[in-house]
């Protein structure tokens, strides 16, 4: 029957959202009792249907009837209202999920207190409200103080919920754990106390004059990003970035989750678990027996590539594996930075969700969020790709096989683009140029960009999934970019690169400040750090490389040496330099080379603070 008439769609969607409730009101009524000590994991799956339903009428009356998680957008709760929950956690207690997390409404520093947010289905979120109000904290942390990355766990013996969270005042030199304890999860929490949690001497470093100000010795490790995590023996741990972010500890809490365990003993209560990598935003997870450890590099608000470590025992030997993230963005996790990760509601072991933040530092009401979904496969291998949306299904389908994809390039004056059939039960699609991996779409074309003019380029597609099962390769496509001419390699993509901290940066350093050596100031290049390579595809068509190089000037001590190789060959081999030797420009012959890798070495000296610069790097024809 079609109807026309609005009032009359109105009645009938009312009615049929009645016989919906009637069905889950009955369901749940004739439903047996089971016991009390049923496992919450067991509760949630027979649950979870219902759950979902139930989320679906509720979205239906608040015109929001999508059920998919979106990126990069703005996330409103069920009333239309912007989300604020940033830096947090996920509790699931019964058929509910509660979301805590920052709330930046009035901006920097987290002024009005601990959001909530609650749901059945993890699509649609109701605000509970403020749990943990900032003035409802010590005075150093009600103004100008930070409270961040609030993290609740629920403790059976106590019968509390318990909340954790970095607390700092001032300038960041307070750097210290706050506790809160509630009796249900939409709170209201009552703080209980700051603290620093464990005390140890880590060495000379912590003598020196910069870290002097946190007075570690006197007050403990500093204690900043966090997390929490509660084990399947009912342990509960805090996961953080300790002395002054160097260093991520875990360490065992108490029985009442209010404190850690105590003694403090290193190897049997808490362990560190990556020490001197600089890491923070840690979120854990636990699939197969084994515990995984995801944090990023510290960047301030600014993003970074992700990294994951594997160990047998949360308080064992922690191995760092890699990035997890893949395709176009993966070196800065997606614009985003790790906060938590959820297991996927209803779904098989190893299948979770990478909750994140893509953080806007000039206006952090205006951050959004990125959750990403993964599975851990049979050896511990995590793939995070840019799935810019989807839905839970994506967990389900897992044909034996994927069709390959049959690509041609599209009509444009003025782009590259290339499309693709869609392969049934792909959940994406890998995009590779050169045999190397180059982007991942989700839908069925993907723009070409940052080609080197001139030179050749082939194309081809993969069909995958979230389950690890992959097509064979499309046939190829080839894409000439134009003519060759002069170029600055800031304004083509590289093939690859790698680095010692951070991430790589166009025409600025590789912590976001200008271009300055010896105090010269250059506009355009390429900001990198030591031990870095970058790799270029010039196609053998360019005559000469030239650049000025130099160590950046912010941190004059420490040494660097830049080196060009040209198809494996050693081009240049530079001498010395620190912050304080002046740029010193370079002409290499590049003819007939095709691999142009660009090389900075710490210098022998360690890699602590060694940005370097590539400024105004050009390729002539």
Not at 215 to 224: F, H, I, L, P, S
Not at 412 to 421: P, R
């Given at each position: 029957?079609?109807?026309?008439?609005?009032?009359?769609?109105?009645?009938?969607?009312?009615?049929?959202?009645?016989?919906?409730?009637?069905?889950?009101?009955?369901?749940?009524?004739?439903?047996?009792?089971?016991?009390?000590?049923?496992?919450?994991?067991?509760?949630?799956?027979?649950?979870?249907?219902?759950?979902?339903?139930?989320?679906?009428?509720?979205?239906?009356?608040?015109?929001?009837?999508?059920?998919?998680?979106?990126?990069?957008?703005?996330?409103?709760?069920?009333?239309?209202?912007?989300?604020?929950?940033?830096?947090?956690?996920?509790?699931?207690?019964?058929?509910?999920?509660?979301?805590?997390?920052?709330?930046?409404?009035?901006?920097?520093?987290?002024?009005?207190?601990?959001?909530?947010?609650?749901?059945?289905?993890?699509?649609?979120?109701?605000?509970?409200?403020?749990?943990?109000?900032?003035?409802?904290?010590?005075?150093?942390?009600?103004?100008?103080?930070?409270?961040?990355?609030?993290?609740?766990?629920?403790?059976?013996?106590?019968?509390?919920?318990?909340?954790?969270?970095?607390?700092?005042?001032?300038?960041?030199?307070?750097?210290?754990?706050?506790?809160?304890?509630?009796?249900?999860?939409?709170?209201?929490?009552?703080?209980?106390?700051?603290?620093?949690?464990?005390?140890?001497?880590?060495?000379?470093?912590?003598?020196?004059?910069?870290?002097?100000?946190?007075?570690?010795?006197?007050?403990?490790?500093?204690?900043?990003?966090?997390?929490?995590?509660?084990?399947?023996?009912?342990?509960a741990y805090t996961i953080y970035s300790a002395e002054d972010n160097?260093?991520?500890?875990?360490?065992?809490?108490?029985?009442?989750?209010?404190?850690?365990?105590?003694?403090?003993?290193?190897?049997?209560?808490?362990?560190?678990?990556?020490?001197?990598?600089?890491?923070?935003?840690?979120?854990?997870?636990?699939?197969?027996?084994?515990?995984?450890?995801?944090?990023?590099?510290?960047?301030?608000?600014?993003?970074?590539?992700?990294?994951?470590?594997?160990?047998?025992?949360?308080?064992?030997?922690?191995?760092?594996?890699?990035?997890?993230?893949?395709?176009?963005?993966?070196?800065?996790?997606?614009?985003?930075?790790?906060?938590?990760?959820?297991?996927?509601?209803?779904?098989?072991?190893?299948?979770?969700?990478?909750?994140?933040?893509?953080?806007?530092?000039?206006?952090?009401?205006?951050?959004?969020?990125?959750?990403?979904?993964?599975?851990?496969?049979?050896?511990?291998?995590?793939?995070?790709?840019?799935?810019?949306?989807?839905?839970?299904?994506?967990?389900?389908?897992?044909?034996?096989?994927?069709?390959?994809?049959?690509?041609?390039?599209?009509?444009?004056?003025?782009?590259?683009?290339?499309?693709?059939?869609?392969?049934?039960?792909?959940?994406?699609?890998?995009?590779?140029?050169?045999?190397?991996?180059?982007?991942?779409?989700?839908?069925?074309?993907?723009?070409?960009?940052?080609?080197?003019?001139?030179?050749?380029?082939?194309?081809?597609?993969?069909?995958?999934?979230?389950?690890?099962?992959?097509?064979?390769?499309?046939?190829?496509?080839?894409?000439?970019?134009?003519?060759?001419h002069n170029i600055l390699l800031s304004d083509v993509a590289e093939?690859?690169?790698?680095?010692?901290?951070?991430?790589?940066?166009?025409?600025?350093?590789?912590?976001?400040?200008?271009?300055?050596?010896?105090?010269?100031?250059?506009?355009?290049?390429?900001?990198?750090?030591?031990?870095?390579?970058?790799?270029?595809?010039?196609?053998?068509?360019?005559?000469?490389?030239?650049?000025?190089?130099?160590?950046?000037?912010?941190?004059?001590?420490?040494?660097?040496?830049?080196?060009?190789?040209?198809?494996?060959?050693?081009?240049?081999?530079?001498?010395?330099?620190?912050?304080?030797?002046?740029?010193?420009?370079?002409?290499?012959?590049?003819?007939?080379?095709?691999?142009?890798?660009?090389?900075?070495?710490?210098?022998?000296?360690?890699?602590?603070?060694?940005?370097?610069?590539?400024?105004?790097?050009?390729?002539?024809?």
């Amino acid at each position: 029957m079609k109807i026309n008439d609005t009032k009359s769609k109105t009645v009938i969607s009312k009615n049929v959202n009645a016989v919906i409730i009637l069905m889950i009101i009955s369901a749940l009524l004739v439903r047996p009792v089971k016991a009390q000590n049923i496992s919450l994991q067991e509760s949630n799956h027979e649950l979870f249907a219902l759950s979902n339903l139930a989320g679906l009428v509720r979205a239906e009356t608040k015109d929001n009837p999508t059920n998919w998680i979106e990126l990069g957008k703005s996330w409103r709760d069920i009333d239309g209202n912007v989300i604020e929950a940033h830096g947090g956690g996920i509790l699931q207690v019964g058929d509910t999920y509660f979301w805590y997390g920052e709330n930046h409404r009035l901006g920097f520093g987290n002024q009005t207190g601990i959001s909530c947010y609650s749901s059945k289905d993890l699509y649609h979120w109701e605000n509970e409200g403020i749990v943990l109000p900032k003035v409802s904290m010590p005075d150093m942390f009600r103004d100008s103080g930070v409270v961040e990355r609030p993290k609740v766990l629920f403790n059976a013996g106590t019968g509390k919920y318990v909340m954790w969270m970095h607390l700092d005042a001032g300038n960041y030199t307070y750097a210290c754990a706050g506790v809160a304890v509630a009796d249900n999860p939409n709170g209201k929490f009552r703080f209980l106390r700051a603290f620093r949690p464990i005390t140890f001497d880590y060495g000379e470093r912590m003598n020196n004059p910069r870290l002097k100000r946190f007075a570690e010795k006197e007050k403990g490790n500093t204690y900043r990003d966090m997390t929490l995590f509660q084990d399947d023996d009912g342990k509960a741990y805090t996961i953080y970035s300790a002395e002054d972010n160097a260093s991520i500890y875990i360490s065992l809490l108490n029985q009442d989750y209010t404190d850690v365990a105590k003694p403090s003993i290193i190897g049997k209560t808490w362990t560190i678990a990556i020490p001197n990598r600089f890491r923070e935003a840690p979120a854990v997870c636990k699939s197969n027996g084994k515990y995984y450890l995801f944090t990023s590099a510290t960047t301030g608000w600014a993003s970074n590539a992700a990294s994951y470590a594997i160990a047998d025992s949360i308080l064992g030997h922690w191995e760092i594996i890699g990035n997890p993230c893949s395709g176009a963005g993966s070196e800065f996790t997606f614009q985003s930075q790790s906060a938590f990760i959820l297991p996927a509601p209803g779904k098989n072991d190893g299948s979770f969700i990478f909750m994140a933040d893509w953080w806007n530092s000039s206006a952090l009401n205006k951050s959004t969020y990125i959750w990403l979904p993964f599975k851990i496969g049979r050896y511990g291998e995590v793939v995070i790709e840019n799935y810019d949306k989807w839905s839970l299904g994506i967990f389900d389908a897992n044909p034996s096989s994927l069709a390959a994809p049959v690509v041609r390039l599209a009509d444009s004056k003025d782009k590259h683009i290339i499309k693709w059939n869609p392969v049934a039960s792909a959940a994406g699609y890998r995009i590779f140029k050169n045999g190397k991996l180059n982007g991942f779409s989700c839908s069925t074309e993907y723009e070409v960009s940052g080609l080197v003019p001139g030179t050749n380029n082939l194309f081809s597609v993969v069909a995958c999934n979230i389950n690890g099962v992959t097509s064979h390769a499309s046939n190829l496509v080839g894409i000439r970019n134009g003519e060759a001419h002069n170029i600055l390699l800031s304004d083509v993509a590289e093939e690859n690169y790698t680095q010692g901290w951070g991430v790589l940066t166009i025409d600025h350093t590789d912590n976001g400040g200008p271009i300055v050596i010896a105090g010269r100031i250059f506009k355009r290049g390429i900001g990198t750090h030591a031990n870095s390579e970058i790799l270029y595809n010039l196609g053998g068509l360019y005559k000469q490389f030239t650049s000025w190089i130099g160590r950046n000037t912010e941190m004059p001590d420490g040494k660097v040496q830049f080196r060009v190789y040209g198809d494996g060959r050693l081009l240049y081999l530079g001498s010395m330099m620190t912050g304080r030797t002046p740029a010193q420009y370079i002409e290499i012959p590049v003819s007939g080379v095709f691999e142009l890798k660009l090389v900075v070495t710490d210098g022998g000296d360690g890699d602590a603070y060694d940005d370097a610069s590539w400024a105004e790097a050009c390729a002539s024809y």
